[in-house]
T-cell receptor, first 116, second 113 residues
Framework: GQQLNQSPQSMFIQEGEDVSMNCTSS?????WLWYKQDPGEGPVLLIA?????ELTSNGRLTAQFGITRKDSFLNISASIPSDVGIYFC????????????????FGKGTHLIIQP | KAGVTQTPRYLIKTRGQQVTLSCSPI?????VSWYQQTPGQGLQFLFE???????NKGNFPGRFSGRQFSNSRSEMNVSTLELGDSALYLC????????????FGPGTRLLVL
């Protein structure tokens, strides 16, 4: 089946530093999504990418959909304490128009720990 | 708009029992997907329902089943619980499914003893 390789597994950084994480896949995806999950909660959508090459920002977050459709990265600039959490990439291979939503394939997550 | 809600939030069962979890999607969303999250396997897709019909299914045994009602609310059922079924079960909803972003609920944490 499809697998997503997300790296790094964890990051220990100082407050104010920039953060970069990425996901690669052996399969093509039509949609890439980035989620953040806090303890005891469900994943919260950060950024959605729908076109190869697309670069999208959401505040201090920037994500890109790789040209090959097999990878994506997420950057967080000037990290702050509330950025702590687990970040997941997810790929979706949509069915043809009019079809159903395929399940999301998730990476294993990047644990972000920020030292004040 | 209210988000995706899941009940109960926490559940403790014993091996061999069955359990039913409930999910209410965001108002207007017609697609509901279920995921299992464990430390070892991460987030894995269980199944997706749209207009009361299962459209997609992940690689889980038949003990895992679900259904969707006419108001788009969904339930999932796990029969003959095993210790390995202990997990956070997440429900996600989207408007129509196809290339629509999925929004997650807070999950139901199931502990099987």
């Amino acid at each position: 089946g499809q697998q997503l390789n997300q790296s790094p597994q964890s990051m220990f950084i100082q407050e104010g530093e920039d953060v970069s994480m990425n996901c690669t896949s052996s399969s093509i995806f039509n949609t890439w999504l980035w989620y953040k999950q806090d303890p005891g909660e469900g994943p919260v959508l950060l950024i959605a990418l729908y076109k190869a090459g697309e670069l999208t920002s959401n505040g201090r977050l920037t994500a890109q959909f790789g040209i090959t459709r097999k990878d994506s990265f997420l950057n967080i600039s000037a990290s702050i304490p509330s950025d702590v959490g687990i970040y997941f990439c997810a790929g979706q291979l949509n069915a043809v128009s009019g079809g159903g939503a395929d399940g999301l394939t998730f990476g294993k997550g990047t644990h972000l720990i920020i030292q004040p | 708009k209210a988000g995706v809600t899941q009940t109960p939030r926490y559940l403790i069962k014993t091996r061999g029992q069955q359990v039913t979890l409930s999910c209410s999607p965001i108002s207007g969303h017609r697609s509901v997907s279920w995921y299992q999250q464990t430390p070892g396997q991460g987030l894995q897709f269980l199944f997706e329902y749209f207009s009361e019909t299962q459209r997609n299914k992940g690689n889980f045994p038949g003990r895992f089943s679900g259904r969707q009602f006419s108001n788009s609310r969904s339930e999932m059922n796990v029969s003959t619980l095993e210790l390995g079924d202990s997990a956070l079960y997440l429900c996600a909803s989207s408007f129509a499914g196809s290339q629509e972003t999925q929004y997650f609920g807070p999950g139901t944490r199931l502990l099987v003893l």
